[in-house]
């Protein structure tokens, strides 16, 4: 399986793209390249200490391998990646709205209304309640892979709470200050109005009982989830309170954080606590990272939730695979994004071809994540294999399967040099009353051992910048 | 500000206060047991540094005997001991954690550091040279934080919560000294023990680092009176009771200043300062230098109690 290079495409040219960073790669002494990757992560450690603390048994784990060579996109790509990301998210804005609403995609035959109704994402407080402009997923990491020139696959919707978006800000700058050379031969589209974008979000929806300056705070489980820094990091650059369960409090449906003056109300909360956690009263009891009683305020209006609850039915695998017709119904547009082609289990045909073919295809739990509950055909010995055919035949409605895609490749500065590595990439959509907007660019996932496709962290991934080129 | 980060940023200097404080107990009474029995006490000394560290119920849990070792160990690193100067230097890194951005990155490295290089000295053997490098390596700890604090902080709210708690602490560690020594700074001591006692006093100015400080301020050998007027009512020596409550006054006005809002904190901030400021040494020991103290350690919790009311739950 060959795949497409990002510099140099089937392997023998050489990409516009790229061209001036092949150069400057082919003038640049390989001890240059070590330095400066060792300066990367001595500034990574440094910069990082905002958020990333080192000092920890475990956290040497959390800094996650940056790679030098960054990842380029050229204006037209990314402006019709982002024109594909901007439909993808207004239809699943759209979905969401209406599977608590309406229910006309239900009725017109669009998904089966057991997925929804039986997904456990879909959450009964929800329904008939009309969240401020319609917006239920303020903040989505749309996960695209490329697999030739022209075409981008999305591999996954993450309408919940997807994080990363911290790494994407700290890889340019320290790219910035690196390399600041490259950025002169180079016209990079900056990231750094990130925060301004989305406090501009954040603002937007707030409820209508708000003053016209609301009060934000962003709401995290505490110093002990792993995506802590990166909240400290955001609230840090939001300029809003960080704020656990127990800062909050909850009076007459009113949402108030517990300040040095006294209650303070609080308008929209931007929280990083799942669903199950956010409210002891409305769902998980056993919940001490939540706030008793905050999910009357939200229904009462008096404090917007981004993202909404619920919106985990829209990212749900099997639900995926009715995205382009989802896209359709709702835009009334052929989608500009394709969706890997997956068959769903449930279906008796598509369960018998994957049972005949398990060697060659990706099966997914439909309800797991971070790639777990996961069968990697080709990668997989006899047993695994067997484990999931007896799993399939036991239950199919509770997974998927897709081929096995041919992740693009980019230069990567690895321990042999410069060698080619699988790429996949976050960029991040927001969504607020004044409409959809979407930095250029994103954040870079690449598997940094040889012939993986593996971008996750957790199992050896690293990060890149990366850049759209402006002209 | 969140009451979560000032009761944070509250904490944080507390336990750099504390451990500075350990440090200076362990510090003083090595120096005490080492001098030949003639000069020295009555061998309860580090029963004492137990009692001076105010953690008396729980040592007796942990250990029998109160000796070097089991002191030293309990109050250094025993992770069983909510007031060790390891627990206290991870307690600070916790909550400087979570309130990371409310601190300046000098105060964070200063904290970040010492808990890194306190997991290198815990790994150590430890002889007397080595134990006594630590114990200057914590003081020193605790100046390169407050320095941090000092020069990097800007002067608003967060500046002044972490101020609280520096001198809330000071005062409580100042009045404990006293509370325990009393005895020996009592004029009926200088009959019966005469000049046995001397080693006590500088003992005693030793723990609040006011030995020098003393001859510059009195120009006379160390008399017991004299050491309770430092250490109580004189405003120059940072670590009296007055001084603590002149900061924390001060600081308390500031915060109702730019709340717009005086309340009980600040009404009983003030009526302790002045009260140091009205009474004279020779008062204090007519109306007897150990109910004193005593009185002054249940105010200093009650203060404590009365900001939490106010600010930080």
């Known amino acids: ?471 | 500000m969140l009451s979560r980060t000032a009761d944070s940023l509250y904490w944080v200097s507390r336990y750099v206060e504390r451990a500075e404080y350990l440090a200076r107990i362990l510090d003083a009474t090595t120096r005490l047991t080492n001098l030949p029995t003639t000069y020295g006490g009555a061998g309860t000394e580090w029963q004492s540094a137990v009692l001076t560290a105010g953690c008396e119920e729980a040592f007796a849990k942990a250990y029998g005997e109160a000796n070097e070792r089991n002191v030293c160990d309990f109050l250094t690193f025993n992770p069983d001991n909510p007031s060790s100067i390891r627990n206290c230097l991870a307690q600070a890194r916790s909550n400087a954690r979570a309130v990371r951005t409310a601190l300046t990155s000098e105060m964070w490295d200063a904290l970040n550091g010492a808990w890194l290089e306190l997991q290198r000295f815990e790994k150590k053997r430890m002889d007397r040279e080595e134990f006594a490098r630590f114990l200057d390596w914590v003081k020193n700890v605790s100046l390169v934080f407050d320095g941090s604090a000092y020069r990097t902080m800007l002067r608003d709210d967060s500046y002044w919560f972490s101020r609280l708690g520096v001198y809330l602490e000071r005062a409580d560690n100042t009045a404990r000294i006293l509370d325990v020594k009393y005895h020996v700074l009592l004029p009926a001591d200088e009959q019966v023990g005469g000049s046995l006692d001397y080693f006590q006093w500088t003992t005693v100015l030793r723990e609040v680092s006011a030995l020098t400080a003393y001859h510059w301020v009195y120009r006379e050998a160390v008399k017991p009176i004299l050491v309770a007027d430092l250490l109580v009512l004189n405003r120059r020596m940072p670590r009296s009771l007055a001084a603590c409550y002149e900061n924390i006054s001060r600081f308390l006005d500031a915060l109702g200043d730019a709340y717009g809002r005086q309340g009980a904190a600040q009404r009983q901030a003030r009526k302790t300062l002045a009260s140091l400021s009205n009474t004279r040494i020779d008062d204090v020991f007519v109306h007897g230098l150990h109910e004193f103290i005593e009185e002054f350690i249940t105010e200093n919790n009650r203060l404590g109690h009365t900001i939490f009311e106010q600010y930080l739950q």
Not at chain 1, 307 to 323: I, R, W
Not at chain 1, 434 to 452: D, H, Q
């Open chain 1, 1 to 471: 399986m060959v795949a497409f290079d990002e510099m140099t495409g089937s392997g023998t040219e050489l990409r516009p793209a790229y061209a001036a960073l092949d150069r400057w790669l082919k003038e640049a002494p390989p001890e240059m390249l070590a330095l400066r990757r060792s300066q990367a992560e001595l500034f990574f450690r440094r910069i990082g200490i905002t958020f990333a603390v080192y000092g920890d048994e475990e956290s040497t784990e959390r800094l996650i391998p940056f790679d030098i060579i960054p990842r380029v996109l050229t204006k037209p790509e990314w402006t019709k990646l982002e024109a594909g990301l901007r439909q993808r998210v207004t239809a699943l804005n759209m979905f969401l709205a209406d599977v608590y609403g309406p229910k006309e995609c239900l009725k017109a035959g669009i998904i089966p209304p057991d997925l929804v109704y039986r997904n456990a994402c879909y959450q009964l407080e929800m329904v008939d309640f009309k969240v401020p402009h319609d917006i239920y997923c303020h903040i989505a990491g749309i996960d695209v892979v490329r697999v030739d020139a022209d075409t981008f696959y999305v591999l996954e919707d993450n309408a919940r709470t997807p994080s990363g978006v911290s790494y994407m800000m700290e890889n340019r700058e320290v790219m910035l200050r690196l390399f600041p050379e490259l950025f002169s031969t180079h016209r990079v589209a900056p990231v750094d109005n990130y925060p301004d974008q989305l406090l501009a979000t954040l603002r937007s929806v707030a409820p209508r009982s708000s003053s016209s300056d609301p009060t934000i705070c962003l709401l995290t489980p505490g110093q002990y989830n792993s995506a802590f820094y990166e909240h400290s990091f955001l609230a840090d650059k939001l300029g809003v309170e960080l704020v656990e369960g127990s800062d909050l409090l909850v009076k007459d449906d009113v949402v108030y954080m517990r300040t040095t003056q006294g209650p303070k109300r609080v308008d929209v909360i931007y929280r990083r606590i799942d669903d199950d956690f956010i409210d002891p009263l409305a769902f998980r009891s056993d919940s001490v990272l939540g706030v008793p009683g905050i999910i009357g305020a939200y229904k009462a209006g008096n404090v917007t939730l981004a993202n909404a609850v619920g919106t985990g039915v829209a990212d749900d695998k099997a639900v995926y695979s009715y995205m382009p017709e989802i896209v359709k119904f709702f835009t009334g547009e052929e989608p500009i994004l394709k969706n890997v082609p997956t068959y769903r289990c449930r279906e008796p045909e598509a369960n018998a071809y994957v049972l005949d073919n398990l060697e060659k295809l990706v099966v997914k739990e439909v309800n797991g994540s971070g790639g777990y509950g996961m069968l990697v055909g080709p990668h997989a010995n006899k047993a695994q294999i067997e484990t999931f055919r007896r799993k399939l035949k036991a239950s199919p409605e509770g997974f998927i399967a897709q081929p096995t895609l041919a992740l693009s490749t980019c230069p990567t500065f690895v321990a042999s040099g410069v060698a080619p590595r699988h790429v996949d990439l976050r960029p991040y959509v927001l969504s607020g009353a004044n409409g959809i907007s979407c930095v250029p660019g994103g954040l870079t996932r690449v598997a940094l051992k040889e012939g993986s496709l593996v971008v996750n962290s957790s199992q050896g991934g690293g990060t890149k910048d990366t850049w759209v080129l402006d002209a």
